[in-house]
């Protein structure tokens, strides 16, 4: 039998993945910047502060998979295979989110709408590059971590910094591919290819370093 406080837990989960669901699709319909938290809570059938105890950000529930998404970079490090480097862990990590048609590759109809939203948005812009930029520090950590290193090793920073570039253009690239041709799995060779090459030229300037 689940114990109260499992079920508490899958109540919250529940009411913050609700809350989510039904800002996305407000803000899909409408835009970001005209759909007010109110809305967002009279549609949720929930009241305000119970919208900001799970967001304290209208635009976190835009990105409400950022927190998945930093674990996954961890985890991608942290359970790396035996004779692995710390960067072909990040490498086979897009291939793998490609072969399980996770939602973070997805380049779809839907997804083109998520950008559109973004594109519409100067406040989801900005935040936008903020959590790359978070990202990027994410993975600069997990990297000093993965080979015993400081938090602060430049290379470990060098590497993150390229490394997210890199995917971040493989993913505009992708999206723009799939605007053109509605072909996902074009869309995702077209990922791929991007990933592979700039972990291609990351390996070589990260030569003699412990994450290559």
């Known amino acids: 039998m689940s114990?109260?406080?499992?079920?508490?837990?899958?109540k919250r989960l529940a009411?913050?993945?609700?809350?989510?669901?039904?800002?996305?699709?407000?803000?899909?319909?409408?835009?970001?910047?005209?759909?007010?938290v109110d809305e967002i809570a009279a549609a949720a059938d929930v009241g305000r502060m119970t919208v900001f105890n799970h967001f304290p950000r209208k635009e976190d529930m835009f990105f409400d998979r950022d927190g998945e998404s930093r674990?996954?970079?961890?985890?991608?490090?942290?359970?790396?295979?035996?004779?692995?480097?710390?960067?072909?862990?990040?490498?086979?990590l897009a291939h793998r989110l490609v072969a399980g048609e996770s939602p973070f590759v997805e380049f779809s109809v839907r997804s083109q709408s998520f950008i559109d939203t973004i594109k519409a948005s100067e406040t989801l812009k900005a935040r936008a590059r903020a959590i790359?930029?978070?990202?990027?520090?994410?993975?600069?950590?997990?990297l000093c971590e993965s080979v015993g290193r400081e938090p602060g090793d430049p290379?470990?920073?060098?590497?993150?910094?390229?490394?997210?570039?890199?995917?971040?253009?493989?993913?505009?690239?992708?999206?723009?591919?799939?605007?053109q041709r509605q072909d996902p799995e074009k869309a995702k060779a077209?990922?791929?290819?991007?990933?592979?090459?700039?972990?291609?030229?990351?390996?070589?300037?990260?030569?003699?370093?412990?994450?290559?």
Request: glycine share 8%; hydrophobic share 50%.
């Open 71 to 92: 674990e996954i970079l961890r985890d991608a490090l942290r359970r790396r295979e035996p004779g692995v480097a710390p960067l072909e862990a990040l490498r086979l």
């Open 132 to 142: 790359g930029d978070e990202l990027a520090q994410v993975v600069a950590v997990a």
């Open 15 to 36: 009411t913050r993945q609700g809350i989510s669901n039904v800002a996305t699709r407000l803000f899909f319909e409408r835009g970001f910047d005209r759909v007010t």
């Open 190 to 212: 077209v990922f791929l290819a991007l990933v592979d090459r700039g972990a291609a030229g990351l390996k070589a300037a990260m030569a003699g370093t412990p994450y290559a």
């Open 155 to 179: 290379d470990a920073h060098l590497a993150a910094g390229l490394f997210m570039a890199a995917w971040a253009v493989a993913t505009i690239e992708a999206h723009r591919s799939f605007r």
């Open 3 to 10: 114990t109260p406080s499992d079920r508490q837990s899958r």
